[in-house]
């Protein structure tokens, strides 16, 4: 569809405009300021046009926002889209800006992707998860505003911690992308935050998982979207990135060397098991990293010991002692011989001990409370090897028959 005749009215407006502007500052710079009767004639102009017009009163998504769009909202875009980074130096470049504003407002879906930066573990490859879904280096991913803004606020970060508060981190290690194919850029209702709120919830799923499964401690993951066509980012700079935190701040020390190809086979097997015994987990793994969150070891034992219950609880006549169906059930499905078996036993029933103790308020000194630690820290990665036991047994099994069974190692 040729759009010759609103061009012709744009560009014709947008030297008016420009010769205005340069009489008043002949030497512009980026602080030279707009005068307002500049922007007026200019948005008459667009409101002339067919392209507008056919879109005038709808929303345009920008990422994290959608304005209405208005003549008064497109005047400033355009004009300073008069001048533009050619990829070695700025130009200016009238017709541009009118080709520009003609190709937003005829762009009614449109590829994007949301992105995520990942603090508290580090990949060396990119690794395609599926057709929509890759994990990769930080710095691998595109120079966009997002990620300058990001990379801009690490180089201020001091401290022994890698990530202490949304303003106070380093720099991630790792990043998670997820295609959007046809977002709804231009239109009458808000499909576009339906069609990015389900990608962040594949986000905040695989974000919970892979702390259980494969890191065993907090992540910190933050949210934006980038269109693959830039020239459709309508206002990078107030397009603000959202967060995906615990429910408790956590403190993440470092970013852990994580192998991709192992995230990627992990979180096959995980998609792979029943949406029952997906839920389950996922009740499970939120306990377990809230219990990496707590700043008190007596709290982080009461919320371990319950995401043991929730994982491996359930089952016809399941009325035994919670201390026992986690202690046995765990260390049946890990497996293993006998002797390694009684070990992890061991180990569980000891944390319901501490956990008992502290539920009762039994009094503790350093000894104990020393004890109290190690325990949490060695059950923890008992956790993360009965989540791993999951995904390699492919469902949650019937207890009644698999405690009785002979294990062996997976």
């Not at 002339?48 to 003549?71: D, K």
């Not at 060695?378 to 405690?403: H, M, N, R, T």
Request: aromatic share 10%; net charge neutral.
């Amino acid at each position: 569809m040729s759009h010759k005749k609103d061009r012709e009215i744009l560009v014709a407006a947008i030297e008016r405009a420009d010769d205005a502007f340069k009489k008043i500052h002949p030497t512009p710079s980026l602080l030279s300021s707009t005068p307002k009767g500049i922007l007026d004639d200019l948005a008459l102009a667009i409101d002339r046009c067919e392209v507008y017009q056919a879109v005038a009163g709808h929303i345009l998504f920008n990422g994290s926002s959608a304005p209405i769009i208005t003549s008064s909202l497109l005047a400033p875009r355009v004009f300073d889209k008069r001048n533009h980074w050619d990829g070695t130096k700025w130009v200016e470049d009238l017709p541009f800006a009118a080709d520009w504003l003609i190709q937003l407002l005829t762009t009614q879906k449109a590829e994007a992707h949301l992105r995520v930066a990942i603090w508290g573990f580090s990949v060396k490859e990119e690794v395609k998860i599926s057709d929509e879904m890759r994990v990769l280096p930080f710095n691998a991913l595109p120079d966009t505003f997002n990620r300058s803004r990001i990379l801009d606020r690490a180089k201020d970060h001091s401290g022994r911690d890698l990530w202490l508060s949304p303003t106070h981190y380093g720099v991630p290690g790792a990043a998670f992308e997820l295609a959007i194919p046809d977002v709804s850029f231009i239109g009458e209702y808000g499909y576009c935050f339906g069609q990015v709120y389900d990608r962040q919830m594949i986000a905040k799923e695989f974000w919970s998982f892979i702390q259980a499964a494969t890191t065993g401690h907090p992540l910190a993951l933050c949210t934006w979207v980038d269109y693959e066509n830039r020239e459709l980012e309508f206002s990078e700079w107030e397009k603000w990135p959202e967060w995906i935190l615990p429910e408790i701040m956590p403190r993440i020390h470092a970013a852990v060397p994580v192998d991709a190809q192992r995230i990627k086979q992990d979180w096959e097997a995980y998609s792979k098991l029943p949406s029952d015994t997906r839920s389950g987990l996922a009740r499970s793994i939120d306990r377990f990293v809230l219990s990496k969150c707590r700043h008190q070891f007596v709290d982080r034992v009461l919320d371990l010991a319950l995401a043991f219950e929730i994982a491996v609880g359930g089952g016809r006549g399941d009325n035994a002692p919670a201390s026992w169906k986690v202690a046995v059930r765990s260390s049946q499905i890990i497996g293993g011989a006998l002797g390694v078996r009684q070990a992890l036993r061991g180990k569980l029933n000891h944390m319901y001990t501490l956990r008992s103790r502290a539920t009762h308020g039994g009094s503790m000194d350093s000894k104990d409370r020393a004890d109290l630690e190690a325990t949490v820290n060695e059950c923890s990665q008992i956790y993360v090897a009965l989540i791993q036991s999951f995904l390699a047994l492919g469902a949650k099994p019937d207890w009644q028959k698999f405690e009785l069974e002979p294990r062996t190692a997976y």
